[in-house]
């Protein structure tokens, strides 16, 4: 069988779903052709114009129009703009004979049984047999929409849902119609998880298949819950976010961001449709939804839903918040419970919830109620949705942003005590749990030799979870590998002569007891090891620097002392940058100030596509210590041509540190110079990154890598750099752009950028540049408007700007 490759893709349907894939496919390099209908007539503008329908430009409106919309959306759809050139508009009348020459033909269109079989006769007209055909549907059942087509359309047929925004959801359910070749399902759950960094699920034709059958159930179930318990929106807001490991949104917030009219559609879908799902009458709508409905209060698309922003008389914005007794609006309530408080400490998500189960108050008693209905449910799921109960954790954690999915939190509590639970709420699990009890297994999952294994309930017994190989899941082999670790770091034995060194401070910040563990694992690896990764598998990176250690020295005028920390940092990273082995950072979400310099000073970055990466030093009030700013001026001088065009280039490195820029994808970082085209990679699948950066680091060993030699040829430009800057900043200040001390700041990195005020361009080392950074950095660092900086961030996560 020859190998199936994607070079070309069709998407008809361009609205927020058919765009929004449109852009995610430009995003890994696919040619995109995006159709839809030509509008019925030239809109006023248009006729203004004296344009007509056999205007191109009339004919695409509808399609460009939309693509317009998505790539001015915020959060961005697409990894880069230029990646937007990859994608040609086109109409269903003047371009569907195109779709003969693509690899992927994808339906994206309304939600209506008729129009989507009208297209698919349409299209069948103009396909070439072979051509892969699959409609993003999240719900009409995948047999209907292909009865009547040839033999050929339904062997390499079936459903591809992807959750919306496509760029950021990882959930791709893959639904086979009746006669889709197993060929074509293997095919897609690889190019799925491997091209297009998603969690691939193959699901079954039922009613809104896994992700939304279980993610509407739970939403529905609160629903009720809200009014049997009379809890306030804003408590189960509290009680369904961070702390369990869900979405900031959490629930109603959620629903607002969504729409409620999509849920509702979803809901009644599934109510129509799952009329022998034993908690049929939970999909029955709560008097309060329908009111909502009636009045349009659908969330954010229609300016209130749950929530409502308001503003007050003195011009300052208000959240108010639906009371659901009264349904009028109301200022917002914070939310508090005794229970919660007692998880504080806990920074792992899944040991806080035998204590949730357990809490005594309204908030123990909630949890108790919602995840008894929640584990029943999944549990007689098994097999009418799917047969296998690690793709329901999948679904939720890909497709709901949950940390934990129902059965690994069911394992967390225990699955006695989920019985328990589930008894005394007057519900009881599927027959094949208390079997599984029975047999002697008492989890739904183990590990064995690094990998996951669930339980098959056909097979009855732990089954190794498929498609692991390509992954390292270091939750599976922190114990196991452990070579070294103290309170910062977890240094892990990878296998193949490669260590990792995993942040496990909070946040992942970088103080002296990860500097320590980073130095750790440079000596370890240069005694036994053949290569090094800087690597972790949390939501973030890292945030970077431990600006709470900064400030408490400055507050205590310990400058010795903080002189000593920045040179520490600062002699680690060269560290990074001349071990005798190869070093890789694979950075992913938050890769802020210092985790960035980390980055900078590896031999390789193997970076998430979503990477938000910067030097971000400048909010609280000093200048990058942490080598960053010595780098940023070397990477200029390495690109220095001629005098006219140093300058220039000089500038940009200096504005992405003095704008604290940060990049909002892997692709743009290398746009702002602090990842290097040539030299660092992405992947899409952040699964895959600790994995991939091993295959590097073995290359590169195996390659013959020799340590680099330390450098004394940065060539810095000094008086006449430094006077641009100087003079740039002079007038930012003067015309209010910037605050004095703003300007103190720029002009303390414009300083060492250029090299001091050196009367002509010169050569210098890179301790040159170190000394003058962290000069720049301790003179700042005592300067009362930088404390207030570093202390205001340090309360409200937010830069002050004084």
Known sequence: MSKRRIKKIAIIGSGIMGSGIACHFANIGVEVLLLDIIPKEPNEAEKTKGLSLEDKSVRNRIVNEALSAALKSNPSPIYSKAFASRITTGNLEDDIQKISQVDWIMEVVIERLDIKKQVFENIEKYRTPGTLITSNT????????????????????????????????????????????????????????????KTSVIAKDTPAFIGNRIGVFSIMSLFHTVK????????????????????????????????????????????????????????????????????????????????????????????????????????????TFDTLALTKTIDNVIDRFTILVSGKDKAGNFYRKSFAALFAYVSNRIPEITDDLYKIDDAMKAGFGWQHGPFQIWDAIGVEKGIEIMKAEGLAPATWVNEMLAAGSTSFYTVKHGATYAYDVKNETQEKVPGQDAFI??????????????????????????LNCEFRSKMNTIGGDVLAGLNKAIDLAEKDFQGLIVGNQGANFSVGANIGMIFMMAVEQEYDELNASIRY?????????????????????????????LSMHADKVVAAAETYMGLVEFGVGVIPGGAGSKEMALRASDL?????????????????????????????????????????????????????????????????????????????????????????????????????????????LAY???????????????????????????????ERKTLERIQHMLKTGKPLRN
């Open 228 to 335: 049997d318990m009379d809890l306030t929106i804003e408590e189960v807001d509290k009680l369904t976010g961070p702390v369990i490991g869900r979405p900031k949104s959490a629930t109603f917030r959620t629903v607002d961001v969504v729409g409620l009219d999509t849920l509702v559609h979803v809901a009644n879908g599934i109510a129509k449709n799952a009329k022998k799902d034993e908690q049929l009458a939970l999909f029955k709508l709560p008097g309060f939804i329908n009111t909502m409905i009636e009045h349009k209060w659908l969330g954010s698309k229609t300016g209130q839903g749950f929530y409502k922003k308001t503003k007050k008389d003195d011009g300052s914005s208000e959240i108010l918040s639906l009371d659901l007794n009264t349904l009028k609006y109301r200022p917002s309530k914070k939310a």
């Open 640 to 748: 220095f041509k001629k005098d006219d065009v140093e300058l220039n280039t000089l500038r940009e490195y200096f504005l992405t540190i003095a704008m604290a820029k940060v990049s909002t994808s892997a692709y743009e970082a290398f746009d702002l110079g602090v990842l290097q085209k040539g030299k660092d990679l992405v992947v899409v699948n952040k699964d895959r990154q600790i994995a991939t950066a091993k295959a590097h680091a073995i290359l590169m060993a195996e390659a013959g890598y020799t340590q680099p030699p330390t450098r004394h040829n940065v060539k810095v430009l000094g008086k006449q750099a430094l006077g641009m800057f100087l003079v740039g900043t002079d007038a930012m200040q003067d015309s209010n752009y910037i605050s004095k001390h703003d300007q103190k700041i720029a002009d303390k």
């Open 473 to 498: 899941i270091l939750d599976n082999i922190r114990t196991s590998n452990k070579v070294w670790q103290n309170a910062g770091v977890v240094i892990e034995d990878l296998g193949d002569g490669v």
């Open 752 to 782: 060492v950028m250029a090299g001091g005020d050196l009367s002509e361009p010169t050569l210098v080392s890179e301790q040159y540049l170190l000394d003058l950074e962290r000069e720049a950095f301790l003179s700042l660092a005592t």
């Open 569 to 597: 940092f600062q002699n680690t990273m060269m560290r990074m940058r001349y071990s005798s082995i190869p070093t890789i950072s694979a950075p992913h979400g938050m890769s802020l100030g210092g985790a960035c310099e």
């Open 138 to 197: 999240s719900g009409i059942p995948i047999k209907f929409m292909s009865e009547g087509r040839s033999d050929d359309f339904q062997k390499h047929f079936c459903g591809t849902h992807f959750f919306n925004p496509a760029r950021y959801l990882k959930l791709f359910e893959i639904i086979p119609g009746p006669k889709t070749s197993r060929d074509v399902l293997d095919f897609l759950n690889n190019y799925g998880e491997q091209f297009l960094g």
